[in-house]
Every structure is written in structure tokens, then in C-alpha cells.
């Protein structure tokens, strides 16, 4: 599992796919949803946020959500220790 | 290419750079590369296709033959995570219409995956001789068997092909079986071409177009521009007091056809487009009754209460029976429409209720969910009736022909008073009825007389937003805000070339998102994502280009199929008889009710004011000399 500091709120999310797109652009400088490192999935009933093993906490898909589907709590001891 | 048109090329962003040609019929593909001069003058998307269609489409070709064309696109902002940016367009001839019309979707994921899978564009000529679907995996496009998919629902269509991660456009049997009230569906969510597009990708044997596994990925040349821009925009949503309103009503906070105690009892999850902050999608449960328990994932939450409208006997019912309609693919206004009319034929005597296997009952869910099926399978009358109103006409004669209701190019018009209701008000959705090619639809003309009426006094603000120069906004309200000399058709003009820059650019145009554009702004974001400076005037001719030529391939078509049909009368864009007749529309303003002059004068200043002639609505030569139209063959 990643080390990240975001709390995902799957009963939130509308499956925009808004952090997939600001998060391929942000590493990549190029949009595609399959390159994200945040990946939500929908089976017609249930929601699933999830990150890959790539992801660097950099907070950008939170920024980016209009859901409130993203939240963010910083890992102090995790950058005291960087 | 030239080395200019090279360069271009190389620097262009937003456009993704290919155009796939399928010829169905031989049962190759192959890709070309996008003239980017061409792409920049058609703006891309919506107005890009029309050029496409124009291209390809064989002159005078049955909509349900070979000579057809289909062209999906998406524009140069799909892809990118500009708010709501998730529109495709198919163009084609539609069957229900005769007409060259358009047909726009969101959906989940398609148009992004489209995108930055290296494809603006996909031709589609010929017709397979088997059951196929088109497939673009890892970028790569092919023509794949679809014969175990045939038959299939749209919903478990698309669960196997997009599987997790991939996107589609699926047909139901109602479109393998060319029902001109087919249409297909984008992610199995969002609806495309009311009117038979789903009936055209029948005729091809095509079920569906998949994507999945995108490669290249969407570019945009002025990255710290388009940075600014969009997060400018994206504040101003935002900050927007009713955002958290919007997101938590969706489509009940626009058409409230149930009460919010109703959709509490359902709701499951709101659910949205890609890119889109302000998503109007449902994942509903029914609450109560027979289908209790029952999940339902809908592109409007209204749309499943419409069965219930027409007399059904309860919610569960209601829901579950438009989500029938929508896995065979059938469109709910025109087959309720076309039985309402099936209906009455049985109450007159026309048509003997007692040798049909089910009677038709518009108010029963049995008897409805029976025509659906027969009606999508072609079987009995359902096959008559799957050919449309004037097929019904056609087999039932003259006392049927009395009983038809409105009909504007073969289709049921989208507003009109019902029986027994006062006159409506006559804005722009309300002509645009009759102008657009693709026949009685409303999404093009959006102005402020959607609906309710409007103190001219806001009319000014929406008029910049949508970009309508200073000098038209004085001819469409000659007496400034005073008076009542709102000059709808006039008006009509610029809902049109608004629509057609949103759609063009990939936009969506409905009004909860597209309110937080403007034409300004689209101009700056569009040079910003493609590096090619436009300015605002420079969109409005591309986007007046585009519907224009789309115009001429309809005059076109018209008379083609009058030299083949002598005697026929073509039907371009007629009043409807019952209109003047039972003075079903009234003066926005006046409310007075309108005759037959009256709806041919906003017709003629709608032409005058696209620059076409004010009695035949053919673009003059001026007009297409000005577009660089008047080369074309």
C-alpha cells in the first residue's frame, strides 16, 4: 500500500474521473485517464477509490475534487522521517 | 501536406492528430492524418464531422444503406479536464428525419479514452455483411466480430466490452433491427441520436465502438495559459452559491417530476460525466412495490418517472419500464409518442385491438413492455410501428392521417401544448423545432425564453455570454429592453452557432455547466489549448461555417430525393398544420396568439439573419462566399 495521506470517501464520488485526468496531467504533462495514479472504479453499485503503487501524495486529485470525495491529512511523522 | 500545415501539425494541441476511415463493406481500416487547416476552420468535433459527412456521405444514399455515413468525433477539449468536457458527436443521415442531423453524448469515459487513444475522427462508410463492432485498443483500430454480442441489451453489451477501464457506443436490438426511434448509448449511460442513430449502426451491422488502453494521451500547447484559465473558470465554479445544490438535486432541481421526498426514497448515488463538477446522473433504487430493490443507473432521474406521467400505475413500474426502453435502446418521448397515436387508432376503430396479441395500453406496463419488445424485434405491427408515424400513415391511410398529432420531419415534436393545455409561449426552442436538420429537438436553442418568461432586462447578459455581436443583439430587440419586439427568430441564429461552438470544442451545452461559459472565454481557452490564436469572431465564422454546410448538404439531399421521388413534396422546415390551426403557440411577449404569418415571419428573419434567403432558407452566395463555401463540390 502507498504511503499517502488522503482519505478517500468512496459514498461521495460520482465517478467525474477529475483526479485521473489532473493527476495524469500533473506527472506526465498529458492527459490519460489509464496513466493516473488514482484509479476509481464503478460497478453500477459500488464505488472504489484506489491509488497505485506510484502515487507520491502529492495531493493534486484532492485539490481537484469537487465532491468532497478527497480529503487530505498530513503525515508528519512520515515527513519528519523523508 | 504543406510544410506550414506540417509545423502546424506538430504544434497543435487539444487535437489528437488522426481520422480513422472503416469501410465496413470491404472490412478495412485505415488511419489519415488530420489537415489541421481543416480541423481549425471547422472548429473540430460537432463542426469538424459536418465537414466529414459532407465528404463522405454517397449524394442522395438511403440513410438505412450502404452510401450512409456515420462520423463520430469529439473535440479538441475532450480529454483534457476542462469542466464537462466529455462530448461526442456522431453525425449521420437519420432515418426518422431523411435529414443529415447530429447526435451528441457524454458518458462515463468514451470520449476521453477516444481522445487520447490518437483519434478526433472516425468515418464510417459502407455496411459490414456480418455483426461487428469497432474496437480501438492500445491506440490501434480494427473491425472485430461481434456475432456472440448480437442480440445483446445495451447494458451487457457494454459490460463486456468496456470491461473495467474501456468506454463504448452500443446499440440495443432496437437499433440491430433499425427501429427509427433507436438510439445508441454512450457507456450505457448517455443517450445518442433520437431519431434512428441507432438504426444507422443497425443497417451496418455495427453493435458498437469500443475503447480501451489509450496510449498517446491529449496535449495542450500553452500549458501556463490554459493553467490560468481553467483554474480561473474552475474557482468561479467553485465559488458558485448553488454548487452544492446542483450536485445534490441534479436533473430534479431542473425538472422536479417528483417531489424531493420521492427522490429521497430512491436515490442511491449521483453520479457525472467525465470532467464534469456538476454531474446530473442517477444510480437510483426503487423503493417500494413489485421491483423493489432494483437498481437503475440513469442519464436522467426525470426521464425514469415519464412512464408514470403517461398513466403508469406506480413509481417501480414507471422506472423499471424506461429502463427496458433504454437496454433495448429505444428513445421513451417517441415511442410513448407513437403509441399514445397507436392508441387512439385502436379507439377509433382504425386499427382492430382485437387481432393484435397484446392491446395497446399506453397507461399498463404489461401491454407496453410487450410493444417495447415487439416493436425493437420488429414482430406484428411492432414492425409497422418501428418504422415511424408516417409508416403507420402510410399502411393505415387517410382516417389515420387525421388522427396523426404534429409531426415536424417524421417526429413528434419535443414541446408543444398537450391536449386541453393553454398556448405556450413561443421562444427559441420553440422554433428551433422546425429549423433543426435533425428535426423536432430542443438542445440547439438555448436563450433565456427556455421555459419561464423572462424580463427582457436579463436577455443583455446572456446574449454577451453566448457571443452574439453588439449589432445583432439591436436586431433582436429592435425597441432595446422596452417594448416587445423580441425577434425570436433572430435569436435562434445564436443559440444555433452557441451550440455548435460547444459542441464543436466538446463542451457540454446543458445549462447548470455551460452558464459558467462564455463565448469570450471559449476563444481564449481554444487558442490557449490548440496554440492557434483565435478570436472570439473567428469561433463564430468557424461554428456559422459548420452549420451552414450542414444546411447545404440537407438542401442537397432534399432535392436529390425529390428528382427520385417527382411529385413528392419534400418537407424542409414546414409549420405544423395543428399549430396554426388550434393556435397552439403564443407571442413570448404579447401573448398573442400566433397565425400562420406570424410563425413565417420568425422563420424568415431566422434565415435572413444566418445570411440565407428569407423564403427558401438557401444560403445566399454571399453568405457561402464569406464561409469559403461556395467552392465546395
New interface residues.
Partial sequence: MPLNSIITHA?KC?????CQ??C??TH????????ARIRI??D??K?EIGFTEDCIDCGACVK?C??EALTREIDLTAEEGA | MSKSSEQLSKDLGGFAGRIGIVDLSAGTVRTMPLDPETAIDYLGGLGLAVKLVHDYLKPGADSLSPGNVIVIGAGPMVGTDLPASSRVFGLTKLPASNSVGWAGGGGYRFGALFKSSGFDQIVITGASHYPVYLEIDNDELSIKDASSLWGKGVKEANQELAGEDGGTITIGPAGENRAVMSMAFVDAISTMGRGGFGAVMGSKNLKAFAVRNPCQGVKIARPKEYRELKNKLMKTIREYPYLKDWQDKGQIKTFPALTMEDYEKIRYRRLACVSCPIGDKDSVRIADGEFKGNYISTTSVTNLFYAKTQGFKDHGESMTFIAQLDDLGLDKFEFFSIMRFAMDLTDKGILNNDLLPEPIDTTSFSSMSVWAEMIAHRQGFGAVIADGFLAIIDELGPEALKLAPSLIKGMHPYIEPKPGQDAMRFGTMELGQITDPRGPHIAASGSPTYFAKRPLSVFPKHMKRQGIPDEAQDRIMPDGLTGNSLKVGRYLKYSQTWFTILGSLGICARAQINRFYSADALAELYSAVTGVDTSLDQLRKNASRAWTLLRLINIREAELRQEKEAGQKEVQNEIPEPWIKNFMFKDYQTEKPLEEDDYLRALGDYYDEWGWDRETGRPTEETLKALGLDNLD
Avoid: A, P
Avoid at chain 1, 14 to 18: A, N, Q
Avoid at chain 1, 28 to 35: L, S
Fill in positions: 459514498e460520482v465517478g467525474c474521473l477529475r485526468l489532473t495524469s496531467y506526465h504533462q498529458n492527459f490519460n485517464i489509464t496513466k472504479s464503478f453500477g453499485l464505488m481537484d469537487y465532491y
